[in-house]
């Protein structure tokens, strides 16, 4: 049963420690991506529904913290994944919506469905880390689930927060996602250097045109002289 226990967490870190990891990654990219931006001047649909996170963020938070509160007394591990998993959940189908939503803004801008991968890849980060989050429960709650009954209750309860947070999250996605004209995704690395390469190849278009005007007035000039 030690030995049991020692794994779970052994494999509980090393998940949590990959997270935590992407988790850094993925916010600095979204940092470097939102100062690029502004520097650069790129001009990104406005997400027209922006404040309404702030009704996602506490609607999570309350709810994990009942979680944690419930769940403290028979398993801290079970209160910490209880406090995350309807995040979790939310997250993923909310990051998916979203995906599907920036797709079809993008496609207006271009000219080959190449391009609309970056909307993949945008939300592939968002993905994975939650995925990370499914996994290290189920390992370490299969592992645990020998040990005592009221852990197993723990994770049935977890299970339900999670699949309660995705059903949410699909929902709120799809009420944001709702005759939005703006791109929700807007700081992921690959949809800021879609939207600059975008605006290079406008100005370039521009600046050819500007040359060729130019280059046809002195042949113009010349026509009406003769």
């Not at 850094?24 to 997400?47: C, D, F, Q």
């Not at 309404?52 to 944690?68: C, D, P, Q, S």
Request: hydrophobic share 50%; aromatic share 12%; charged share 20%.
């Amino acid at each position: 049963m030690i030995l049991e226990k020692l794994l779970a967490a052994i494999l509980l870190t090393m998940f949590l420690g990959i997270s935590a990891a992407v988790k850094v990654m993925g916010t600095i990219m979204r940092a470097g991506s939102a100062v690029w931006r502004k520097a650069l001047r790129v001009e990104i649909p406005e997400n027209e529904k922006k404040s309404w996170e702030k009704v996602h963020t506490a609607v999570w938070l309350l709810i994990g913290i009942w979680a944690f509160w419930r769940l403290k007394s028979s398993t801290l591990l079970g209160a910490v994944f209880g406090f995350l998993s309807f995040r979790s959940g939310s997250n993923v189908s909310k990051t998916a919506v979203y995906a599907l939503h920036d797709r079809n803004i993008l496609k207006r801008y271009s000219e080959g469905d190449r391009l609309l991968s970056v909307v993949g890849i945008a939300s592939a980060f968002s993905l994975l880390m939650e995925g990370i989050f499914v996994l290290s429960f189920a390992t370490a709650y299969r592992i645990l689930s020998a040990t005592a009954g009221p852990t197993t209750t723990a994770g049935s309860f977890i299970i339900y927060l999670w699949i309660g947070g995705f059903l949410f999250g699909a929902v709120f996605a799809w009420l944001v996602s709702r005759d939005n004209e703006g791109v929700i995704l807007k700081n992921e690395a690959p949809v800021v250097l879609f939207f600059t390469t975008l605006s290079g190849k406008r100005k370039a278009e521009e600046g050819i045109k500007k040359s060729k005007k130019i280059a046809k007035k002195p042949i113009e000039h010349l026509r009406r002289k003769e």
